[in-house]
Nanobody, 116 residues
Framework: QVQLVESGGGLVQPGGSLRLSCAASGSIYAMGWFRQAPGKQRELVAHIISGGSTNYADSVKGRFTLSRDNAKNTVYLQMNSLKPKDTAVYYC?????????????WGQGTQVTVSS
């Protein structure tokens, strides 16, 4: 069983920055962040696999950076040049294998609000 602990959300003005952290227990194959705005579907923000390959949603490319500290089993989402449309609940997600079976795990979510 994997547990994810998120931190770092909050209120920021447009153009500002925030950093989200997600610490995982157990052995993780891939980690990333999704977000869900009111009335919208949950969408991928950024994702990194154990080999280091990272992908981003087009809407955040050039503004957000996802990094991973393997020693701490933690990922960090550095969010710069934030826009009101980035307002959402951000959820950490992790994939872990138990034998040949892959399981997905979700964090509890952290609110990010971009507003003046």
């Amino acid at each position: 069983q994997v547990q994810l602990v998120e931190s770092g959300g909050g209120l920021v003005q447009p153009g500002g920055s925030l950093r989200l952290s997600c610490a995982a227990s157990g052995s993780i194959y891939a980690m990333g962040w999704f977000r869900q705005a009111p009335g919208k579907q949950r969408e991928l923000v950024a994702h990194i696999i154990s080999g280091g390959s990272t992908n981003y949603a087009d809407s955040v490319k050039g503004r957000f950076t996802l990094s991973r500290d393997n020693a701490k089993n933690t990922v960090y989402l550095q969010m710069n040049s934030l826009k009101p449309k980035d307002t959402a609940v951000y959820y950490c997600h992790a994939d872990a294998y138990s034998g040949p079976t892959k399981y997905g795990y979700w964090g509890q979510g952290t609110q990010v609000t971009v507003s003046s």
